[in-house]
């Protein structure tokens, strides 16, 4: 219904317009802002304003190091999502109040200038949508094979694309024996050293987790689990900061997204669901800012983001790649690149969104060129488990029933360039450029040095490995920096840091 001083919708938003842009709220912005983000949102000044919450909703009110017993996290888990959580205290302070720059925003209701009739609600609402229209129809036919063969390079216009592609590339840095040094920074662990990987800490669920990934500088870790939930970890030592849930069904998948929101301080991430959507969402703001609520017709299984390009694997059978914009993700996929016969279990993409590689649960891997919308592995050439793009997406490392093998897509008909036996099935395989990580089975994590996957023909090279879980580990995350790593068990629902 609408309220007796509105005649109708339009009505409303205009005077609700102007009534936020009124002197009285000008005048008194700071306030609301002392009580929400800053210093009488808790202690003394709180309580005299009579702005006081249950204590669960307060970030950081739990001490997730000292609960030790599992029905005791659960409990605790359940209350602070049925009350909600207060936002992040920002100011310690009194905010200053709202500068009068002589414009309308310091004028009364009546001095406001009226939005002109037909604009009032498509500011508000169709401007959205157009937010989300993607910059160009793609028609996938056999004349221009994936229709994405002019696909931009992000941040380039059409007239600079062709020259894009003729740049030429930064020469490798190179051992002396002739291997190629994946990783061009310094200070990371040497070619033939091997991690020493010790717990550093762990989390118990009441789920299943399915996927993890680090934020940028390694100090947040984000994990999706079956239970429809995100939690955000600050680490050093490892402690829950956030927990959102996130749909109905289980989440499969995340990944750090770029390019996204109004500065580089909002974290935001790609959630893949059982419920065949893929979401973005605002970790700072505490929900979905934009989503594809049928991106498949079946569950979305994985997720890989490089730049600004989204792939997509799904038990539909599936891979699509979507372009991210700086509202969200297009409603439209930029191409889908083609279909497995089984449900998809994995998807990779280059560093450069180049190069597209994904697995199905019939172990058949299919890689793409995505430049030229062409298909350059095919169901037959490669069987594995899972696999990840290395290399600038020149090499593919797969995972076997036995162990892990790795692949010069160049040079397929030599086939493996090394294969490494573990002795189990592997679910997940992931590197760094200087150390490879597997996932297996029964619960270990197999790890090495790039080398032993590279072939280097030095006998007195080693791989590690010890218990990780009690059931398989379909997820593994290593830090930018090389120095963390997270795992997760489908079985005992625990999120382990080394």
């Not at 304003?49 to 909703?57: E, I, K, L, R, W």
């Not at 997730?64 to 602070?80: M, N, T």
């Not at 020149?394 to 036996?421: C, F, H, M, Q, Y």
């Not at 297996?440 to 090279?461: A, K, R």
């Amino acid at each position: 219904d609408l309220p007796l001083w509105a005649n109708d919708a339009e009505d409303v938003v205009r005077l609700m317009r102007q009534a936020l842009e009124s002197e009285h709220v000008s005048a008194n912005l700071h306030h609301w802002i002392d009580l929400i983000f800053g210093f009488k949102q808790r202690g003394k000044a709180a309580e005299d304003a009579d702005n006081v919450f249950h204590p669960m909703t307060y970030e950081g009110a739990v001490n997730w190091d000292e609960v030790v017993d599992d029905l005791e996290r659960i409990a605790l888990e359940e209350q602070i999502q049925e009350f909600g959580q207060c936002p992040r205290q920002l100011f310690d302070g009194p905010h200053p109040p709202r500068k009068n720059t002589g414009g309308t925003a310091a004028a009364g209701p009546e001095e406001v200038p009226p939005q002109p009739e037909d604009r009032i609600l498509r500011d508000t609402v169709d401007g959205l949508h157009l937010e989300h229209t993607p910059s160009r129809d793609v028609e996938v036919d056999s004349s221009t094979a994936l229709g994405i063969e002019k696909m931009q390079r992000p941040g380039k216009e059409n007239g600079d694309h062709a020259a894009d592609e003729t740049e030429p590339s930064r020469p490798a840095r190179r051992r002396a024996d002739g291997y190629q040094l994946l990783d061009k920074r310094i200070g990371r662990a040497m070619w033939e050293e091997i991690w020493e990987i010790k717990k550093a800490d762990r989390f118990k669920g009441k789920e299943g987790i399915t996927a993890a990934c680090f934020s940028d500088d390694g100090e947040t870790l984000f994990a999706t689990a079956e239970d429809a939930s995100i939690r955000v970890f600050s680490l050093s030592p490892m402690k829950q900061v956030r927990c959102f849930n996130v749909g109905d069904l289980a989440l499969s998948s995340v990944q750090i997204v770029k390019g996204l929101g109004d500065g580089d301080e909002v974290a935001q991430v790609a959630l893949g669901s059982w419920d065949n959507s893929i979401r973005i969402f605002s970790i700072d703001y505490g929900s979905v800012i934009d989503d594809v609520p049928n991106a498949h017709d079946d569950a979305v299984s994985s997720l890989s983001v490089r730049r600004n390009c989204l792939l997509s694997g799904s038990w539909d059978s599936s891979v699509k790649l979507w372009s991210c914009t700086p509202s969200g993700i297009c409603n439209v996929p930029l191409a889908t690149l083609g279909e497995h016969d089984e449900e998809v279990k994995g998807v990779s993409l280059s560093d450069d969104a180049y190069i597209a590689a994904s697995v199905a649960s019939d172990e058949s891997v299919l890689v793409w060129d995505v430049r030229a919308g062409a298909c350059v592995v095919e169901k037959d050439a490669i069987q594995a488990t899972c696999l990840t793009l290395v290399d600038g997406g020149k090499r593919l490392a797969v995972g076997k029933s036995d162990g892990i093998e790795l692949w010069n897509l160049g040079e397929l008909d030599k086939g493996p360039e090394t294969v490494v036996t573990v002795g189990e099935r592997v679910r997940v395989v992931e590197t760094d450029g200087v150390q490879w990580v597997a996932g297996d089975e029964i619960g270990n994590i197999h790890w090495g040095p790039w080398t032993s996957l590279q072939g280097s023909g030095e006998p007195g090279l080693q791989c590690k490995a010890l218990k990780a879980h009690d059931g398989p580990v379909p997820c593994l995350a290593i830090s930018k920096a090389g120095d963390k790593l997270a795992s997760g068990g489908a079985d005992d629902h625990i999120l382990n840091l080394w």
